[in-house]
C-alpha cells in the first residue's frame, strides 16, 4: 500500500475512533478529519470545501424546510390527533408512531419527517403517562428504515444514486428503492411491534426552560365567523371536540357579556374568550377557521423584518401596569398586537383591549422580531425562556402538502432533477408564507450539513488513493469462494462498516 491509502486509512479510523468516543460532537469530529485529510495531502486545498456544493447537501437542507412547513401546517398534527383517539395502548401508540415516521421518511429526509412527529411522541407520551423514550428510540429506527424507499429519503441513496450515473449514465429513479425498502421498512415494524420491551422504559429528559415555566391558562380571544366549525354548535360539544383542553370563559353576543352554558348554542358573530395552554388555543381557533384577534389587523414589519410572538411578564414598575391594552394604544403607539394573557389563580373573562393589566401578569406579543425587545424594554416588559409558539401564526393548511406532492411527482416522472425540485420547492414555501424565512433557517440542521460537506471530499479519498480498488479485489476474491447468501453477508458487513 501507498503512503496515501495508509493515510486515507487512518484518517477514517480515526474519525470512526473520536465517533464512538463521543467527546466531541459530529459535526465537529468530520471538520477534524477534513483539516487532517488536507495536512495529510490526501485532499487538496483546492478541493477541500467541495463537499458543501454537493447536491446531497443541497438536498437534505431543501428537505428539511419542507418538512419544517409540513409541520407548521398542522395537517400532520390533525390526522395524529385523531388516529391517537383510537389508538390508546402504548404498543399500538409505538406501532403508529414508527409506521408514520416510515412513510414520512420516504417522502421528506428522513431526519425531517423524525422531527415533523416529535411532538405528536411527546403528546402520546404525557397522556399515557408514559416516558418519551418508549416512542422516540423506535421512530428513530423507523426513520432509517423508511429512508430506504426512495431516493431522497436518506443520504446514501442519493449517493449511490448519483455514482450509478457517473457509471451507466442514468441515475436510479425515485422509486427504485422501493420494492426493497418496503420490505425492510415493514420487518423493522414488525420487530419494533413485538421487541419494545427491550427499550428503555423510565428515561425521561430533564425539563426545559419552557416546560418549566408551565404556563398553562392563557386566555385569548376569536370570533366565530360563517366558516367556522363552531357555528351553531353547542358550549359542551366545542370542548368535548377539542379534548377539554380548550375552555370558553366568557363570550360576548351583540356586544353584551354571557356566561357560557352547556347547552348554548355558538353563532355566528359571537366573540369567545378562551382559555388553555397557547398550543391548545392555536390548535383550537386553526382547526375550527375562527377569526383570531390580531390576525386581522397585524402589526406592519420594518423592510426585511418578519412578524412574531413573544412572552414576556408585567414587571412591578412597567408602564402597562393599571393601564389596558386599548387605553395605551399599544398597536399605534409601538406597532405590537396584545394577543393572550396569563394571570396566576385567576380567569381572565375580558377582552384582550380591555384586560387591565398588573404586575406578574404573563402576556403575549405579536410584533416585528427585530423590534419587540427593544419595545419591551420600554414598556418595562421581562421576556420569558425562549419556547416555539404558533399563537398569533396563520397556517397554510394543505398548501405545503401539494408543493411537496409537485415536487415528488416532478421528480418521480424524471421531468426535474431531484436537486432542482426539492430547492424549488422548499424556496416556494417561503414565497408562498408556508414557512416564515426565520423558521426556515430553524429547521436545516446546520450540524447535519457541516458533517456531509466536511465528510464528502474524506470519504472520497478511498476512491482518489484506490483504497476501494484494493478493498472491491478483497471482496471479490473472498466472496468467490462463498455460497451467494454468504457473499451478499459479506458485502453488506463491509458496507455497514
Given at each position: 500500500?501507498?503512503?496515501?491509502?495508509?493515510?486515507?486509512?487512518?484518517?477514517?479510523?480515526?474519525?470512526?475512533?473520536?465517533?464512538?468516543?463521543?467527546?466531541?460532537?459530529?459535526?465537529?469530529?468530520?471538520?477534524?478529519?477534513?483539516?487532517?485529510?488536507?495536512?495529510?495531502?490526501?485532499?487538496?486545498?483546492?478541493?477541500?470545501?467541495?463537499?458543501?456544493?454537493?447536491?446531497?447537501?443541497?438536498?437534505?437542507?431543501?428537505?428539511?424546510?419542507?418538512?419544517?412547513?409540513?409541520?407548521?401546517?398542522?395537517?400532520?398534527?390533525?390526522?395524529?390527533?385523531?388516529?391517537?383517539?383510537?389508538?390508546?395502548?402504548?404498543?399500538?401508540?409505538?406501532?403508529?408512531?414508527?409506521?408514520?415516521?416510515?412513510?414520512?421518511?420516504?417522502?421528506?429526509?428522513?431526519?425531517?419527517?423524525?422531527?415533523?412527529?416529535?411532538?405528536?411522541?411527546?403528546?402520546?407520551?404525557?397522556?399515557?403517562?408514559?416516558?418519551?423514550?418508549?416512542?422516540?428510540?423506535?421512530?428513530?429506527?423507523?426513520?432509517?428504515?423508511?429512508?430506504?424507499?426512495?431516493?431522497?429519503?436518506?443520504?446514501?441513496?442519493?449517493?449511490?444514486?448519483?455514482?450509478?450515473?457517473?457509471?451507466?449514465?442514468?441515475?436510479?429513479?425515485?422509486?427504485?428503492?422501493?420494492?426493497?425498502?418496503?420490505?425492510?421498512?415493514?420487518?423493522?415494524?414488525?420487530?419494533?411491534?413485538?421487541?419494545?420491551?427491550?427499550?428503555?422504559?423510565?428515561?425521561?429528559?430533564?425539563?426545559?426552560?419552557?416546560?418549566?415555566?408551565?404556563?398553562?391558562?392563557?386566555?385569548?380571544?376569536?370570533?366565530?365567523?360563517?366558516?367556522?366549525?363552531?357555528?351553531?354548535?353547542?358550549?359542551?360539544?366545542?370542548?368535548?371536540?377539542?379534548?377539554?383542553?380548550?375552555?370558553?370563559?366568557?363570550?360576548?353576543?351583540?356586544?353584551?357579556?354571557?356566561?357560557?352554558?352547556?347547552?348554548?348554542?355558538?353563532?355566528?358573530?359571537?366573540?369567545?374568550?378562551?382559555?388553555?395552554?397557547?398550543?391548545?388555543?392555536?390548535?383550537?381557533?386553526?382547526?375550527?377557521?375562527?377569526?383570531?384577534?390580531?390576525?386581522?389587523?397585524a402589526p406592519q414589519s420594518g423592510e426585511g423584518d418578519e412578524i412574531g410572538v413573544i412572552e414576556a411578564v408585567v414587571g412591578p414598575g412597567s408602564p402597562l401596569v393599571g393601564g389596558t391594552a386599548g387605553s395605551l394604544m399599544l398597536r399605534q403607539r409601538y406597532g405590537i398586537n396584545l394577543i393572550a394573557v396569563s394571570r396566576r389563580g385567576e380567569r381572565i373573562v375580558r377582552r384582550m383591549p380591555n384586560v387591565v393589566f398588573r404586575a406578574g401578569d404573563v402576556i403575549v406579543l405579536q410584533g416585528p422580531l427585530g423590534a419587540l425587545p427593544g419595545t419591551l424594554t420600554e414598556l418595562g416588559a421581562l421576556p420569558l425562556a425562549e419556547r416555539e409558539l404558533r399563537l398569533g401564526s396563520v397556517r397554510k393548511g394543505l398548501l405545503p402538502i401539494a408543493v411537496l406532492a409537485v415536487a415528488m411527482a416532478a421528480t418521480a416522472t424524471g421531468a426535474v432533477p431531484?436537486?432542482?425540485?426539492?430547492?424549488?420547492?422548499?424556496?416556494?414555501?417561503?414565497?408562498?408564507?408556508?414557512?416564515?424565512?426565520?423558521?426556515?433557517?430553524?429547521?436545516?440542521?446546520?450540524?447535519?450539513?457541516?458533517?456531509?460537506?466536511?465528510?464528502?471530499?474524506?470519504?472520497?479519498?478511498?476512491?482518489?488513493?484506490?483504497?476501494?480498488?484494493?478493498?472491491?479485489?478483497?471482496?471479490?476474491?473472498?466472496?468467490?469462494?462463498?455460497?451467494?447468501?454468504?457473499?451478499?453477508?459479506?458485502?453488506?458487513?463491509?458496507?455497514?462498516?
Amino acid at each position: 500500500m501507498t503512503l496515501a491509502q495508509i493515510l486515507s486509512i487512518a484518517v477514517l479510523l480515526g474519525m470512526m475512533a473520536l465517533f464512538l468516543w463521543g467527546r466531541f460532537r459530529y459535526d465537529v469530529v468530520a471538520v477534524m478529519a477534513l483539516l487532517a485529510a488536507v495536512a495529510g495531502g490526501i485532499v487538496a486545498p483546492d478541493d477541500a470545501f467541495s463537499g458543501f456544493s454537493d447536491d446531497i447537501v443541497i438536498i437534505v437542507g431543501s428537505a428539511l424546510v419542507l418538512s419544517g412547513a409540513v409541520q407548521r401546517s398542522g395537517v400532520i398534527e390533525q390526522l395524529m390527533r385523531l388516529l391517537q383517539k383510537r389508538v390508546t395502548r402504548v404498543r399500538s401508540q409505538l406501532l403508529l408512531l414508527s409506521a408514520s415516521v416510515g412513510l414520512g421518511s420516504a417522502l421528506v429526509k428522513n431526519i425531517g419527517a423524525l422531527a415533523m412527529l416529535m411532538p405528536a411522541a411527546f403528546q402520546m407520551a404525557k397522556k399515557s403517562n408514559s416516558s418519551p423514550s418508549v416512542f422516540l428510540m423506535p421512530m428513530a429506527f423507523a426513520s432509517l428504515l423508511g429512508g430506504l424507499i426512495t431516493l431522497i429519503g436518506t443520504s446514501p441513496n442519493i449517493i449511490v444514486s448519483r455514482v450509478r450515473e457517473e457509471m451507466t449514465g442514468q441515475p436510479f429513479g425515485m422509486f427504485d428503492y422501493a420494492p426493497v425498502g418496503l420490505g425492510l421498512t415493514l420487518v423493522g415494524l414488525i420487530f419494533l411491534r413485538f421487541g419494545y420491551r427491550l427499550l428503555p422504559m423510565d428515561r425521561r429528559a430533564a425539563p426545559t426552560m419552557g416546560e418549566a415555566l408551565d404556563i398553562h391558562d392563557y386566555a385569548t380571544e376569536a370570533k366565530i365567523v360563517a366558516q367556522s366549525a363552531a357555528k351553531d354548535e353547542r358550549v359542551s360539544a366545542f370542548i368535548e371536540r377539542h379534548d377539554h383542553e380548550v375552555a370558553i370563559t366568557m363570550f360576548l353576543r351583540n356586544g353584551v357579556r354571557a356566561t357560557p352554558w352547556p347547552d348554548m348554542l355558538l353563532r355566528e358573530g359571537d366573540i369567545l374568550i378562551l382559555g388553555g395552554t397557547p398550543d391548545s388555543l392555536e390548535r383550537a381557533i386553526a382547526r375550527d377557521r375562527l377569526d383570531f384577534v390580531g390576525t386581522s389587523e397585524a402589526p406592519q414589519s420594518g423592510e426585511g423584518d418578519e412578524i412574531g410572538v413573544i412572552e414576556a411578564v408585567v414587571g412591578p414598575g412597567s408602564p402597562l401596569v393599571g393601564g389596558t391594552a386599548g387605553s395605551l394604544m399599544l398597536r399605534q403607539r409601538y406597532g405590537i398586537n396584545l394577543i393572550a394573557v396569563s394571570r396566576r389563580g385567576e380567569r381572565i373573562v375580558r377582552r384582550m383591549p380591555n384586560v387591565v393589566f398588573r404586575a406578574g401578569d404573563v402576556i403575549v406579543l405579536q410584533g416585528p422580531l427585530g423590534a419587540l425587545p427593544g419595545t419591551l424594554t420600554e414598556l418595562g416588559a421581562l421576556p420569558l425562556a425562549e419556547r416555539e409558539l404558533r399563537l398569533g401564526s396563520v397556517r397554510k393548511g394543505l398548501l405545503p402538502i401539494a408543493v411537496l406532492a409537485v415536487a415528488m411527482a416532478a421528480t418521480a416522472t424524471g421531468a426535474v432533477p431531484v436537486t432542482i425540485a426539492f430547492f424549488a420547492a422548499a424556496a416556494a414555501v417561503v414565497l408562498l408564507g408556508a414557512l416564515p424565512l426565520r423558521d426556515a433557517y430553524d429547521h436545516v440542521e446546520w450540524p447535519i450539513l457541516i458533517m456531509l460537506g466536511a465528510l464528502i471530499p474524506v470519504s472520497d479519498t478511498l476512491r482518489s488513493t484506490g483504497v476501494t480498488e484494493i478493498i472491491g479485489t478483497w471482496l471479490s476474491a473472498t466472496a468467490s469462494g462463498l455460497p451467494p447468501w454468504g457473499a451478499v453477508a459479506l458485502i453488506m458487513a463491509a458496507a455497514m462498516a
